[in-house]
């Protein structure tokens, strides 16, 4: 159920993203954040971690300025909205809707009225039903004071990063070697250590291998590695928290350089090509 704080005419709005960072932890609608993140405004480091999920939706001069925390849990991704009415007249029937090019399920914001210079918080999820993760859209629906549908807000683009909702699973090298033979699509990549993708290559093998770990939230699986090895093969087991996996086979070449070979396979084509562009 959406809240409402009321503010005087004459009231200076305060827009949380054009505080320095010095103030990061002294919000002027504390009672919003408290409510919708249920954490204490005393903790500096999780107020912060949490500001890092803040997007604003719609520009300062909007007729309705919209931002909005975005919380990912499995499939679920959840917004908590702040709404603001910048116009000088009532805004009926406000109601906030995200969409998506991928397939989704969609829960609505409830709808509420927003007098001029009101400010509201509202909440309302979408659920990904397919391993098919693209950006987020948005937009505003209102009324204006006299009952006549306006003109909808399109929101900023929300870009949700895939790896989110993998996490590292163990399994044994008989299931991996099973699992690489029934899986239909398969991707292949080459790289050196001269291009670089957020890894530090400029390290061992099993330091790489590690790295390669917590990018892709997978687990490496009976990896060891001795001074001597030339060529290492390491088999990487990632799976989804709506069980689709991917496998992949990374051969590291050691030379004057690195050189990374890797297969990857899953049994679906947009995960095979999403892993493949995480690594290039």
């Known amino acids: 159920i959406p809240t409402s704080i009321e503010k005087n005419p004459d009231d200076t709005i305060i827009f949380r993203q054009l505080k320095p960072k010095t103030n990061l932890y002294e919000l002027d609608l504390d009672e919003e954040l408290t409510q919708t993140a249920g954490t204490s405004v005393n903790s500096s480091t999780e107020l912060i971690s949490r500001l890092r999920t803040l997007v604003q939706l719609t520009g300062y001069f909007d007729p309705i300025y919209a931002e909005t925390f975005v919380t990912v849990r499995n499939y679920d991704v959840f917004f908590d909205i702040l709404l603001i009415n910048n116009s000088n007249i009532n805004l009926l029937n406000v109601q906030v809707e995200f969409f998506s090019n991928s397939e989704i399920l969609v829960h609505k914001a409830a709808t509420v009225n927003i007098k001029p210079g009101q400010i509201t918080t509202g909440r309302c999820h979408i659920k990904f039903v397919k391993p098919e993760f693209g950006s987020i859209f948005g937009s505003i629906n209102y009324d204006n004071h006299a009952g006549i549908e306006q003109a909808y807000l399109v929101t900023q683009e929300i870009k949700i990063d895939f790896l989110q909702f993998i996490e590292p699973v163990s399994i044994s090298m008989p299931e991996?070697?099973?699992?690489?033979?029934?899986?239909?699509?398969?991707?292949?990549?080459?790289?050196?250590?001269?291009?670089?993708?957020?890894?530090?290559?400029?390290?061992?093998?099993?330091?790489?291998?590690?790295?390669?770990?917590?990018?892709?939230?997978?687990?490496?699986?009976?990896?060891s590695e001795t001074p001597e090895d030339r060529f290492v093969n390491v088999h990487i087991y990632g799976r989804s928290k709506l069980g689709e996996d991917f496998l992949i086979t990374l051969m590291v070449v050691r030379g004057e350089r690195l050189i990374l070979s890797y297969s990857i396979k899953a049994n679906e084509k947009e995960m095979v090509e999403s892993i493949a562009n995480k690594l290039t």
């Open 176 to 223: 991996f070697r099973r699992l690489w033979k029934v899986r239909e699509y398969e991707g292949s990549i080459e790289k050196d250590t001269g291009n670089t993708y957020a890894l530090n290559l400029n390290s061992n093998i099993t330091d790489v291998i590690r790295q390669h770990e917590k990018f892709l939230h997978s687990k490496a699986i009976d990896f």
